[in-house]
């Protein structure tokens, strides 16, 4: 296992401990469901204030699961 695969393995576990859902910009779940709370009725908007998923964009699925959950609540 090289240097960068092992900071990657850290990173994915340090991840799921916190509740992280975007791991490259560090995007906790609780901050997306907050923005959600907070307004943010679209992607683009949760997307804008948290800046999940705009990294690599693998977390979109993710946060647009989080944030129909967060509506169904409203």
Same mark, same amino acid.
């Given at each position: 296992? !090289? *240097?960068?695969? /092992?900071?990657?393995n @850290? +990173?994915r576990e340090? /991840?799921i401990? !916190?509740g992280? %859902?975007?791991?490259?910009?560090?995007v &906790?779940e609780?901050k %997306?469901?907050?923005?959600v *709370? #907070? #307004?943010a009725k679209?992607? @683009?908007?949760? *997307?804008r204030? &948290?800046e999940?998923?705009s #990294?690599? #964009?693998?977390?979109?699925p993710?946060v647009? !699961?989080?944030?129909? !959950?967060e509506?169904? +609540?409203?």
């Amino acid at each position: 296992m !090289d *240097k960068y695969e /092992a900071y990657n393995n @850290i +990173k994915r576990e340090q /991840a799921i401990k !916190d509740g992280v %859902i975007c791991v490259c910009k560090q995007v &906790t779940e609780r901050k %997306i469901r907050k923005a959600v *709370k #907070g #307004g943010a009725k679209r992607f @683009i908007s949760v *997307k804008r204030e &948290t800046e999940a998923a705009s #990294g690599c #964009g693998l977390c979109r699925p993710l946060v647009e !699961d989080i944030m129909n !959950d967060e509506l169904k +609540k409203a």
